[in-house]
């Protein structure tokens, strides 16, 4: 096992369990025998899903489970009552937080027959097997855009479609987290291997060097940085997650109000989700909690999609600051793209990767106060991915919405994700239910927060849009 995924390995507790929670909603049936052998040809052609990760004081690893048993993975349940969409979400966060059997495989999925919108299937994979991109890419790998495709061909996980499915959303990080990445390769085993290589070529080493300064920087940045302000999000952690989603955003109207702000779409979708939170704590925090900033950890591909099914941990995180104390929706969109802007530019994922593939190599013990100290400075986690923008199918069912929720480490006790599917944008949150007893209380705030930068867009004339630099941006075409 390398390094980095032993980290994520051993990272989970009690209060937080290292599990990627997803829900699939689907429109008709979903065939019972057709999903098992959809799963066993396509999923189980990747070795891990076979595998169990033994931890020992030498280090993790993975072995094959001579017992492995299908069915102990793919499960069917029932919803209880109204079989509605709050006893859904029930099911879920019970989901989320029940540890997977680490004596086998760890993922599973269940597949609830009785939801009154149609069959449900909820995924959950332990964050060690890999990351959201690989995670994503292998599950439209099970996919088919037709219901009548041939069932559970052997190569649909190397098809050109499944593969450009999806892309990483930080992609205009991604270059400059690479580059770094790559200097701090080069530096530690890269450098040892090819030292001679690099003797001769002073110039390379100077670069490098330069590289790996800015990382060391990073590291010093994200180490000074102050501790969350103690909001209702920040506190003392249980062992119950509690989990919301909502009806989608048509991705059309979410990229019109980027264009007309001259702002990305990922800006308008993080100023609509601090907005959402911004409200939920002038109602239900404490005096003060909406005048300061809290600041989220962000994942960031670090490795190119076509590697994606390579399994695995390749993602680094960066320090985004949401503007809650912004009031003015127009304002905190415009400060959220700044924020981006300067983020684009830094080694922080690089960094926090090399520093997790660090950590993986100690021993356990150490592992957890030093994700404490880390933890202390955030006081969510956020993730924004791009899905397929094309209906697609999972054993014969077409698949009507998807949410998925990745892990939180150390103190950070709630999670938001943003995802888009078939032009629409799903938005859903994860949280300790010590924190946030109903996440629905922010959930059901981000339509309304989208709604006034729509109705802004309309009204407002193009010089009222926009700041000076941001009207010249649009009108060049930026």
């Not at 999000?233 to 989608?248: S, T």
């Not at 480490?409 to 799903?426: E, H, K, N, P, T």
């Amino acid at each position: 096992m390398s390094k980095v995924d032993t980290a994520w390995l051993r990272m989970e507790q009690p209060s937080n369990l290292m599990m990627i929670t997803g829900v699939i909603g689907f429109d008709g049936p979903l065939d019972d025998d057709r999903l098992l052998e959809t799963v066993e040809r396509r999923l189980l052609k990747f070795d891990r899903f076979r595998q169990k990760a033994v931890d020992t004081a030498a280090g993790a690893r993975w072995e094959f489970d001579e017992d492995f048993d299908l069915r102990s993975h793919v499960r069917r349940v029932a919803l209880p009552g109204k079989a509605d969409r709050e006893e859904l979400e029930l099911l879920v966060a019970d989901l989320a937080s029940t540890p997977l059997d680490h004596s086998r495989p760890l993922w599973q999925f269940h597949v609830v027959e009785n939801y009154v919108d149609g069959p449900a299937l909820v995924v959950r994979i332990h964050h060690c097997i890999a990351d959201g991109i690989a995670l994503v890419q292998v599950f439209l790998s099970l996919t088919d855009q037709s219901a009548d495709a041939a069932p559970a061909k052997a190569d649909a996980a190397e098809t050109d479609e499944s593969r450009h499915h999806a892309a990483p959303v930080f992609q205009r990080l991604l270059e400059p987290a690479r580059e770094g990445l790559d200097a701090a390769l080069h530096l530690g085993q890269a450098a040892w291997e090819e030292g001679i290589t690099l003797l001769q070529e002073p110039g390379r080493v100077a670069r490098y060097a330069h590289e790996a300064g800015e990382i060391l920087g990073e590291l010093a940045h994200a180490l000074a940085l102050p501790n969350d302000p103690r909001t209702r999000l920040k506190g003392r952690l249980g062992a119950r997650k509690q989990v919301a989603w909502v009806e989608p955003l048509p991705l059309d109207e979410v990229k019109a109000v980027g264009k007309a702000f001259g702002c990305t779409v990922n800006d308008v979708l993080i100023a609509c989700a601090s907005g959402a939170v911004r409200r939920f704590l002038l109602e239900h925090g404490g005096s003060g909690d909406a005048d300061h900033d809290v600041r989220a950890t962000v994942p960031v591909n670090l490795r190119p999609l076509e590697h994606a099914l390579e399994l695995g941990n390749h993602f680094g995180l960066v320090f985004l600051d949401l503007p809650i104390s912004v009031g003015n929706p127009l304002e905190r969109l415009y400060v959220v793209n700044d924020r981006m802007t300067e983020l684009k530019a830094s080694r922080q994922a690089a960094m926090t990767f090399g520093f997790l593939a660090a950590l993986g190599m100690g021993p356990s013990a150490l592992q957890k106060p030093v994700l404490d100290v880390l933890s202390e400075k955030a006081s969510t986690v956020l993730t924004n991915v791009p899905g397929p923008q094309v209906p697609l199918y999972l054993a014969g069912a077409k698949m009507r919405e998807l949410m998925f929720w990745v892990p939180q480490s150390g103190s950070i006790g709630m999670g938001i994700s943003i995802l888009s599917y078939d032009a629409r944008v799903f938005f859903g949150l994860i949280a300790d239910r010590r924190l946030v007893p109903d996440p629905a209380a922010i959930t059901r705030r981000f339509h309304a927060e989208f709604e006034q930068l729509l109705y802004l867009s309309l009204m407002l004339p193009l010089e009222a849009r926009c700041p000076t630099d941001h009207a010249e941006r649009l009108l060049n075409g930026g």
